[in-house]
């Protein structure tokens, strides 16, 4: 029987999050070039990062990329809101991998997300959706 070759590589507990986003594409070599405004959608997040759903991966000629050599590397500033009457949650976060969409028609692309700079209150709001939605979750009962 062939063995299993995916390996989970998250350090935190992720839950989902369905939030709008709005994001900028920053250029990795010139901060001042920065791409208009794009929405999408926080389809789940953890302290650590968050999967973007997007429709496009290049807006006003800057690319939602990766690449191994960080000056080559394109940032992107996100802002949505998690927890009505909380102040929005901004970032900056590094593209650490992309693939199309297989599960939803809703958007294009998912795209995932490693904070880079966070606010440390936006820290501690992320960390405690993630606990109360698992903790959420976990008194379900099961079918």
């Known amino acids: ?3 299993n070759t995916w390996e989970e590589k998250r350090k935190y507990p992720r839950a989902e999050a369905k939030r709008q986003a709005k994001y900028r594409i920053i250029h990795g070599q010139d901060a001042d070039k920065v791409s208009s405004t794009v929405r999408g959608w926080v389809i789940n997040i953890s302290r650590g990062g968050l999967l973007l759903g997007v429709n496009e ?5 800057l690319h939602i990329s990766y690449n191994d050599e960080i000056e080559l ?5 996100i802002e949505f809101d998690l927890l009505p009457g909380i102040p929005p949650i ?14 939803t028609t809703d958007y294009e ?3 995932g997300i490693e ?7 936006d820290q501690e709001t992320i960390i405690n959706f993630v606990n109360r ?3 959420l979750s976990s008194q379900k009962p099961k079918t």
Do not use: C, H
């Open 1 to 3: 029987m062939p063995k």
């Open 57 to 61: 991966l290049v807006t006003d000629s």
């Open 73 to 77: 590397q394109n940032w992107l500033a």
């Open 90 to 103: 901004q970032i900056i976060g590094k593209v650490v991998w992309y693939q199309r969409s297989v599960s």
């Open 109 to 111: 692309y998912d795209v």
């Open 115 to 121: 904070f880079k700079d966070i606010r440390e209150e």
């Open 133 to 135: 939605t698992k903790n």
